[in-house]
């Protein structure tokens, strides 16, 4: 992975979870959906996803 490519990834990362905190997230395809919204490509979007941790997506 690239310097530009982590940089990018490490940003989506923090954004994932303040959008999983901050917002009503229920699925995973949510939060996708809402990452594509800030301009993010599915990629990134999809490892992200998949990395964070399952219980962010749990509405408190």
Do not use: F, W
């Amino acid at each position: 992975m690239t310097e530009t490519q982590s940089s990018v990834h490490l940003s989506c990362v923090i954004e994932a979870i303040a959008l999983a905190k901050h917002k009503q997230c229920a699925t995973r395809d949510e939060l996708k959906a809402l990452l594509a919204q800030k301009g993010y490509h599915d990629e990134v979007t999809s490892q992200t996803v998949q990395e964070i941790n399952p219980q962010l997506l749990v509405v408190s």
